[in-house]
């Protein structure tokens, strides 16, 4: 099996336009993700597709590998799915540029969903992890994921899920981690297929899938992992760095 780690990496952001520019400690925040993912060990290539040249120069100049792709892409999926389109995989991992501390552990996990599926029914992974403060709950920047009890998606939502009615016994409450494990071809489907409903609503990529009645298969992580969406989400991960460098 050929597993790929794609990193989408968009220059322009709504709330944090630039931010993968950002400094991280001693480099980027985009060239730290790079490298991080690099030094799993779990991937044959490392690609960042992006549609800025300022990224691809940041990548192509520290040795790293990166593909220019449009930048009409409407998500994420839809640039990994041109990337990918000119490599040989059999699975292709999404590792969002944002995520510079994502762990090899968790991705391990991942890989190992479709390791574990002989009749390959399984199109799509995802990690989520424990929402412990009710702010994070409430905050429409945290998605928010219920499974069955398998542990296979159920929905994804911006709001509150599950709503506690009664107030008598507080729910388990899951934030969706954007790393996405894909079968190639699934993800090549995913690219073909025109915006939902639910999607549109929520601006939640990944209830594509679950609206063509795929299979997104849930992992739990427990590891903190910080995706950087605004300024002060750049400064809980400066303060994480600084905490890891003197351990």
């Known amino acids: 099996m050929k597993i790929v780690s794609i990193i ?4 322009d952001s709504s709330r944090f336009p630039g931010k993968l520019m950002q400094q991280l400690g001693d480099k980027t925040v985009i060239l730290r993700t790079y490298q991080n993912v690099v030094s799993a060990g779990l991937f044959d290539e490392v690609v960042v597709a992006t549609d800025s040249d300022v ?8 040795g790293g590998r990166a593909l220019m792709t449009r930048n009409d892409h409407q998500c994420g999926s839809d640039r990994i799915a041109e990337a990918i389109s000119g490599i040989d995989a059999d699975l292709v991992i999404n590792v969002q540029g944002d995520e510079p501390f994502m762990d090899g552990a968790s991705l391990k996990k991942l890989i190992d969903v479709f390791k574990d599926d002989p009749k390959r029914e399984i199109s799509l992974a995802s990690l989520m992890t424990p929402l ?3 702010e994070e709950v409430e905050n429409p920047s945290v998605v928010k994921v219920i499974v069955d009890l398998n542990n296979f998606a159920l929905y994804f939502s911006r709001s509150p899920i599950p709503f506690d009615r009664d107030n008598e016994q507080v729910p388990p409450y899951f934030k969706h981690v954007g790393v996405y494990a894909f079968r190639k071809q699934a993800l090549v489907e995913f690219s073909e297929q025109e915006m939902t409903p639910l999607e549109s609503a929520e601006k939640i990529e990944c209830i ?3 609206e063509h009645g795929k299979k997104i298969k849930m992992v739990v992580t427990q590891n903190l992992n910080f995706e950087i ?4 989400d750049l400064e809980r991960a400066k303060a994480h760095l600084n905490q890891m460098d003197s351990q």
Request: no cysteine; proline share 9%.
């Open 132 to 134: 412990k403060e009710y």
């Open 8 to 11: 989408p990496a968009r220059y």
């Open 229 to 232: 969406d605004t300024p002060k």
């Open 208 to 210: 594509r899938y679950l």
């Open 55 to 62: 990224i691809f120069n940041e990548i192509s100049e520290n």
